[in-house]
């Protein structure tokens, strides 16, 4: 486990970024403002997305194509699930697994009756000062 501030936290989510691969999966847990959107608009914005990134807490489910590349990115906020494979059924989640999109998932753990989780999981929790974070990634390999 790794303590960073947020300039590090979005450098790791640079890092990420810079290496990704179509299929490659991201499931960010951590607390309310811990600093899973700050990560996840850190990862996109590296892949060349401008603009606003909005957290995708009420959409769901925001798509951005990469501009010079097939790659396709879904950006998913699962905190407003209730956790039944019902819910993310219906969002397609799924479906987009089977695909080559990379995927961002915000609340992994609303998804309990889901249990794919091959990727990589950012644990994102309070570091020692207010402006820190304690941040732990673990690889599940399985399957790749």
Request: aromatic content about 10%; some cysteine; hydrophobic content about 40%.
């Amino acid at each position: 486990m790794e303590e960073l501030d947020v300039s590090g936290l979005e450098k790791l989510a640079r890092k990420l970024a810079a290496s990704v691969k179509p299929g490659d999966r991201f499931f960010l847990s951590g607390q309310l403002g811990a600093g899973k959107s700050t990560f996840a608009r850190a990862f996109i914005r590296a892949l060349g997305v401008e603009g606003a990134i909005p957290s995708p807490t009420f959409i769901m489910d925001s798509v951005y194509n990469i501009v010079g590349t097939e790659l396709e990115v879904h950006h998913m906020d699962f905190y407003r699930l209730e956790g039944s494979r019902e819910e993310i059924l219906m969002l397609g989640f799924e479906e987009i697994l089977e695909s080559d999109a990379v995927v961002l998932v915000e609340w992994p753990e609303r998804m309990e009756d889901f249990k794919e989780r091959r990727g990589c999981t950012i644990m994102i929790s309070n570091g020692g000062s207010p402006d820190s974070r304690r941040v732990q990634v673990e690889w599940n390999l399985a399957g790749y």
